[in-house]
């Protein structure tokens, strides 16, 4: 358990370490997150869309 | 039959230069705006940080060339826009002649009112602020070689906002990185003038900046014109 | 021979400007990129953070390397590509180059935020300083601005191709720029900053330091890929959604 601790620690370069990788992390997540909620929020407005031109058509 | 007479490029490029020039006349304010802006710009510096002579003799080069550039892409807006919002810029376009001299021209005009006067009153800004007798030639001839550059690259910016309605801010963005190295050969040069260095190379730097801008970005230019306008 | 490769060439032309067959070949891919970049990435990290000796002047904060030089690696490559693709796209008209460089701008973006954070974090403990204006991160910047000027352009033109082809010009302009900029930052920075402390020296890198940074390195490039790729089908769904096969594709998806 010290020992992790101590890793976490890394002599007192553990806040710049891991800030870093965290930042990095969050980054890297929001760009693959992203393209796919587009994905959905596209699928999502065809799916509007095709509702839309069943209710003309049927008119 | 008779033969209709398509001008030569020669007289084509005249009759452009002196209509741009008339319109500048007529426009005094495009010329003076700049100017005036190149002037209190400066003066805000030692308003807002200090009068000392040694602090200002420091921040002299940076400074004059920072409210040059900042200047130079004031004006860089009205480059184009007239044109563009009377339709001549279209008619431009439409023009047998090789659009990249005309636009060659056009920017050379555009110096010419602009640019020109900057320098013309640098050395007087250059007493204001303490800039030693060393450095002052070098400081007006950097901004003789740069300032047609900073005219040119800007007038990339304009080529490629002409058509956006909020363009002046933008073209400003994508702009200011291109400056930096213009700012940077242009500054040093004038720092190791004023402490006795030899500034070929930096001047040959600017020199090949300037003959690498003028053979590349009448094409960026035009190019950008065309996708502006069509 | 050479008409053999000729013919490739124009195969590959013609199957690139059509958006159907890029977004098949590329939805096979995906699966792959995803299993390989997570495996590379995370090998690299788990090693580097864990396994990885001490440095011994940089002492553990160097463990940034494996996140901070992928980072500008992708950030200076994306812009190439940017500017590879507006070439493309300028003179071959391909729809794809189009897309690609739109997409690969935030991207690019992106990963050039990681690398200036990371160096800058980097560069507290090593430097003492948040900010050191030092070459490499100073140069770094300005790509920054370049990327973030590219998109402004983009998403002030409203007519779809006219913000492609600017685009494709600003990028080949800022491309053509990035030689001249680091440059003269660097000769900027030895006029101020006589002792610049390295931050990578690979080539003195000891192997147990190194294989993880070569790992790191090509996972993110997958990784890139992976990102570009699944912004590049969003855009083809989206431009091309009144055609019958996207609106199949989005059928199925209901």
Request: glycine residues 6%.
């Amino acid at each position: 358990m010290n020992e992790f601790i101590n890793w976490l620690y890394m002599d007192g370069h553990g806040p710049y370490v891991w800030s870093a990788y965290g930042i990095s992390a969050v980054v890297v997540l929001f760009n693959v997150v992203s393209p796919l909620l587009k994905r959905k929020e596209l699928v999502n407005q065809f799916d509007r869309q095709l509702r839309r031109e069943k209710t003309q058509s049927s008119l | 039959m008779p033969e209709t007479k398509t001008a030569s490029l020669g007289s084509v490029l005249v009759g452009m230069c002196r209509r741009d020039l008339a319109m500048a006349f007529r426009r005094r304010s495009e010329v003076f705006n700049p100017l005036l802006f190149f002037v209190i710009v400066v003066t805000l510096f030692p308003l807002g940080v200090s009068p000392e002579r040694e602090f200002l003799s420091q921040i002299a080069p940076g400074v004059l060339w920072v409210a040059a550039l900042l200047a130079t892409l004031l004006s860089m807006d009205t480059l184009f826009r007239s044109d563009f919002d009377d339709g001549s810029l279209e008619q431009l376009l439409l023009s047998p002649q090789p659009l990249f001299l005309l636009v060659l021209a056009k920017v050379l005009v555009h110096w010419l009112i602009t640019g020109l006067p900057l320098i013309l009153i640098t050395p007087l800004l250059a007493l204001m602020l303490f800039v030693p007798d060393e450095s002052m030639e070098i400081l007006v001839l950097t901004l003789v070689l740069g300032t047609p550059l900073l005219s040119l690259i800007g007038a990339i910016g304009a080529g490629l906002t002409v058509g956006l309605r909020k363009g002046g801010l933008l073209l400003s963005l994508l702009i200011l990185p291109l400056y930096i190295p213009v700012l940077i050969f242009g500054t040093t040069a004038v720092q190791a003038a004023a402490q006795g260095f030899s500034v070929v190379g930096h001047m040959s730097m600017l020199g090949a900046m300037l003959a690498l801008g003028a053979t590349l970005a009448p094409f960026a230019i035009a190019a950008a014109l065309r996708i502006s306008v069509s | 021979m050479m008409l053999k490769i000729w013919n490739w060439l124009k195969n590959f032309y013609h199957k690139m400007g059509s958006p159907k067959w890029f977004y098949d070949i590329s939805g096979r891919w995906l699966p792959w990129l995803t299993a390989v970049s997570v495996l590379l990435i995370g090998v690299a990290v788990v090693w580097g953070l864990v396994f990885a000796p001490e440095d011994f002047r940089q002492g553990n904060s160097y463990r940034i390397i494996f996140i901070h030089v992928p980072a500008a690696f992708l950030a200076q490559f994306g812009y190439i590509l940017m500017a590879v693709a507006g070439i493309v796209s300028l003179v071959w008209k391909m729809k794809m180059a189009d897309v690609a460089l739109k997409c690969t701008a935030p991207i690019g973006a992106s990963f050039c935020f990681i690398a200036l954070v990371t160096g800058a974090i980097w560069g507290k403990p090593t430097w003492g300083a948040w900010w050191v204006w030092d070459a490499r991160l100073t140069s770094m910047l300005i790509l920054l601005f370049l990327y973030l000027g590219v998109i402004a352009l983009q998403s002030a033109i409203e007519n779809r191709i006219t913000a492609a082809k600017a685009g494709a010009i600003l990028s080949i302009v800022g491309v053509i720029n990035i030689p001249i900029i680091k440059y003269s930052v660097e000769w900027w920075n030895t006029l101020h900053q006589p002792a610049t402390l390295k931050i990578t020296e690979k080539s003195t890198m000891a192997p147990e330091m190194l294989i993880p940074l070569l790992l790191s390195v090509f996972g993110f490039y997958c990784l890139f890929t992976l990102m570009l790729l699944m912004r590049m089908r969003n855009d083809i769904l989206e431009n091309e959604r009144r055609t019958r096969w996207v609106r199949n594709i989005l059928m199925e998806q209901t």
